[in-house]
């Protein structure tokens, strides 16, 4: 015993927090997967509820402190005090704003990114992981008719996406133009995050005046036209609005980008998923786009937090994005005479491998089984307007935009509205947000889950008598 000299320095080891921290513990791991594998198990996810912070604040007062807690204190503390306090967005009752609807597949394959510790930001830490999602990306860049050129990577979500798409297209208008100071164009329709990444980018936003809600090649050709001040360089056109599901006029607009040299984003983030049904011949134009993004936490069944983010000319990304840093400069040494590191194309350096879980998901289950989950929900919302037209306390909008219904109850008023929202949400029986419509607040459904039911959506206008 005594002849190990090292014996003193064992001991000492096993109190290190290392030693605690990073070995595999069989007693919190069942908890946790335990718990996985109930939340997993859930068919009809409950809506649950937003709580006001004060008693969560309270429950979970001095939970932090020097010395650490039993993992099984700690995750019944989720259990109650944090995971029932969240409106799950991924409920088919769930109507509000854009819902989710990740495939089990996709959930069970986030975990398995997360334990993987994937760095998914250059081909030299992690050519597997990029050589799938390199997959995926090929697929949504085929559908989008992309040329065989194009590229991108994943991003956290739609406003990334954007917001990096735009920085590209205003260096390169820059170029383009010889001048600093340029502009970037964008419907009255466009999203809020278009606004948000041009203030950003410091760049002045020229609103054009849509026509009935849905920009065309006509409406820009005539604010250009009209307009005098710095160049504008790109073009932001939508594919799927956020509100009414509509499709800006994509080819009108491209021929436009094409005569004048100017830069065509496409934001798909809700709507892009549409290339896979019947209504696919609204994204005629699209293959002409410069850059595309779509999200698929939205209707590509894929957990948060996921954006794709395509290029027609990666290049031209990778020329504005890429870093250098001493440090960094084996990343560019690599040899990866194909790809483009993701670390090149957008705001970001380290990231996660966030289009794993689809790729496994799209692996498991086939491209079909996803075209027939999203023309399921386009179904729906065809459904749920021949409803809303059948019956005669309520009335129809407009023909749905892709998957987004508006609705009006004639006679009712904003605090009707928020007081249906709240009532159904207290029944559990769904989420049901309005928006404003032509300066009217009316009643929406974003359909978005393929386990949506007709009984669900009517329950919705039963109650508002
Ligand atoms: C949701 C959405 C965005 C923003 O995407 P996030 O993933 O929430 O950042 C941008 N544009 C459109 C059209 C959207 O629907």
Same mark, same amino acid.
């Given at each position: 015993?005594?002849?190990?000299?090292?014996?003193?320095?064992?001991?000492?080891?096993?109190?290190?927090?290392?030693?605690?921290?990073?070995?595999?513990?069989?007693?919190?791991?069942?908890?946790?997967?335990?718990?996985?594998?109930?939340?997993?198990?859930?068919?009809?996810?409950?809506?649950?509820?937003?709580?006001?912070?004060?008693?969560?604040?309270?429950?979970?007062?001095?939970?932090?402190?020097?010395? %650490?807690? /039993?993992? @099984?204190?700690? #995750? !019944?503390? *989720?259990?109650?005090?944090?995971?029932?306090?969240?409106?799950? $967005?991924?409920?088919?009752?769930?109507?509000?704003?854009?819902?989710?609807?990740?495939?089990?597949?996709?959930?069970?394959?986030?975990?398995?990114?997360?334990?993987?510790?994937?760095?998914?930001?250059?081909?030299?830490?992690?050519?597997?992981?990029?050589?799938?999602?390199?997959?995926?990306?090929?697929?949504?860049?085929?559908?989008?008719?992309?040329?065989?050129?194009?590229?991108?990577?994943?991003?956290?979500?739609?406003?990334?996406?954007?917001?990096?798409?735009?920085?590209?297209?205003?260096?390169?208008?820059?170029?383009?133009?010889?001048?600093?100071?340029?502009?970037?164009?964008?419907?009255?329709?466009?999203?809020?995050?278009?606004?948000?990444?041009?203030?950003?980018?410091?760049?002045?936003?020229?609103?054009?005046?849509?026509?009935?809600?849905?920009?065309? %090649?006509? /409406?820009? @050709?005539?604010? #250009? !036209?009209? *307009?005098?001040?710095?160049?504008?360089?790109?073009?932001?056109? $939508?594919?799927?609005?956020?509100?009414?599901?509509?499709?800006?006029?994509?080819?009108?607009?491209?021929?436009?980008?094409?005569?004048?040299?100017?830069?065509?984003?496409?934001?798909?983030?809700?709507?892009?998923?549409?290339?896979?049904?019947?209504?696919?011949?609204?994204?005629?134009?699209?293959?002409?786009?410069?850059?595309?993004?779509?999200?698929?936490?939205?209707?590509?069944?894929?957990?948060?937090?996921?954006?794709?983010?395509?290029?027609?000319?990666?290049?031209?990304?990778?020329?504005?994005?890429?870093?250098?840093?001493?440090?960094?400069?084996?990343?560019?040494?690599?040899?990866?005479?194909?790809?483009?590191?993701?670390?090149?194309?957008?705001?970001?350096?380290?990231?996660?491998?966030?289009?794993?879980?689809?790729?496994?998901?799209?692996?498991?289950? %086939?491209? /079909?089984?996803?075209?027939?989950?999203?023309?399921?929900?386009?179904?729906?919302?065809?459904?749920?307007?021949?409803?809303?037209?059948?019956?005669?306390?309520?009335?129809?909008?407009?023909?749905?935009?892709?998957?987004?219904?508006?609705?009006?109850?004639?006679?009712?008023?904003?605090?009707?509205?928020?007081?249906?929202?709240?009532?159904?949400?207290?029944?559990?029986?769904?989420?049901?947000?309005?928006?404003?419509?032509?300066?009217?607040?009316?009643?929406?459904?974003?359909?978005?889950?393929?386990?949506?039911?007709?009984?669900?959506?009517?329950?919705?206008?039963?109650?508002?008598?």
């Amino acid at each position: 015993m005594t002849d190990d000299p090292y014996m003193n320095l064992h001991a000492v080891a096993e109190t290190r927090p290392a030693d605690r921290m990073h070995r595999y513990d069989p007693h919190l791991a069942g908890l946790v997967f335990e718990y996985v594998r109930t939340r997993l198990s859930f068919t009809d996810t409950p809506l649950d509820h937003p709580s006001p912070p004060e008693p969560i604040i309270a429950a979970l007062e001095g939970f932090i402190d020097r010395y %650490g807690r /039993d993992p @099984r204190e700690v #995750l !019944d503390a *989720y259990v109650r005090h944090i995971a029932s306090n969240v409106l799950s $967005t991924d409920s088919p009752r769930f109507f509000g704003f854009i819902p989710a609807a990740p495939t089990k597949a996709a959930l069970l394959f986030d975990t398995v990114v997360s334990i993987a510790s994937l760095q998914g930001c250059s081909w030299l830490e992690a050519s597997g992981a990029l050589v799938a999602e390199n997959q995926v990306l090929r697929w949504i860049a085929d559908l989008a008719g992309m040329p065989a050129t194009a590229g991108g990577t994943f991003v956290s979500g739609g406003s990334a996406g954007n917001l990096s798409a735009l920085a590209v297209a205003r260096e390169i208008g820059r170029k383009r133009f010889g001048v600093r100071e340029v502009r970037i164009a964008c419907s009255d329709e466009a999203h809020s995050s278009v606004a948000n990444a041009l203030r950003i980018l410091d760049v002045e936003a020229v609103v054009i005046p849509s026509t009935d809600h849905r920009l065309t %090649g006509e /409406d820009v @050709r005539r604010a #250009l !036209d009209d *307009y005098q001040g710095p160049p504008v360089v790109a073009i932001v056109a $939508t594919s799927g609005t956020t509100n009414a599901g509509i499709v800006d006029d994509l080819q009108g607009i491209s021929e436009i980008c094409r005569e004048r040299n100017l830069w065509m984003h496409v934001d798909g983030a809700y709507g892009g998923a549409a290339l896979l049904s019947d209504q696919r011949w609204r994204f005629a134009g699209l293959e002409y786009a410069d850059s595309f993004i779509t999200d698929p936490h939205k209707w590509w069944f894929a957990p948060f937090d996921c954006a794709a983010l395509l290029y027609k000319d990666p290049d031209q990304a990778a020329s504005v994005h890429t870093q250098h840093a001493s440090y960094l400069d084996p990343l560019h040494q690599a040899d990866h005479p194909v790809y483009w590191n993701p670390t090149d194309l957008a705001h970001h350096l380290s990231r996660r491998a966030r289009g794993l879980p689809m790729w496994f998901s799209l692996a498991v289950h %086939g491209t /079909d089984a996803y075209a027939a989950a999203v023309q399921q929900v386009l179904d729906l919302a065809q459904d749920t307007a021949s409803l809303i037209n059948d019956l005669p306390h309520v009335e129809l909008i407009r023909e749905p935009g892709l998957s987004v219904v508006l609705w009006r109850r004639p006679g009712w008023g904003k605090d009707d509205y928020l007081a249906l929202q709240n009532r159904l949400l207290e029944e559990q029986v769904a989420f049901a947000t309005p928006t404003v419509w032509e300066g009217e607040v009316v009643g929406r459904f974003a359909l978005l889950h393929p386990s949506t039911t007709i009984e669900m959506v009517k329950a919705v206008l039963d109650a508002a008598v």
